[in-house]
């Protein structure tokens, strides 16, 4: 059963090293190919968590939390880029306006409008 264990959390490392790698290069698709695999390793340890040692449990959480850091870095880079190609686009179609000082507004957020009867 350790051995067991033991081979688990050294493939999810490994699982988690290229996934590391992925995000960095920007492979998303790779990233998304080692979700299953990474998820089926994961239940399998948590059943046996027991077993695992804590440094090794050190280990996977530390590269886990580095690898969410990353994964929240990436969405936050593609909703910037969302934004930006939305900008490019209004102004394309002329659907840009400015306040007196020459800023963009902020859009109002649909809970922040009243509703009136």
Do not use: W
Not at 21 to 46: I, M, N, P, T
Not at 63 to 79: D, M, V
């Amino acid at each position: 059963m350790d051995n067991l264990i033991n081979d688990n959390a050294a493939e999810i490392e490994d699982l988690l090293d290229a996934e590391r790698d992925a995000l960095l290069e920007g492979d998303f698709d790779a990233v998304r190919d080692l979700k299953d695999r990474k998820e089926e390793l994961l239940a399998s340890l948590l059943e046996h968590r027991a077993g695992l040692s804590p440094e090794s449990y050190a280990q996977l959480s530390e590269k886990a939390a580095r690898n969410q850091s990353l994964l929240a870095g990436a969405a936050r880079g593609i909703a910037a880029v969302r934004q930006r190609l939305q900008e490019i686009r209004d102004a394309r179609t002329g659907n840009v306006s400015y306040d007196a000082e020459g800023r963009r507004p902020t859009p109002l957020r649909a809970s922040s409008l009243e509703k009136r009867a």
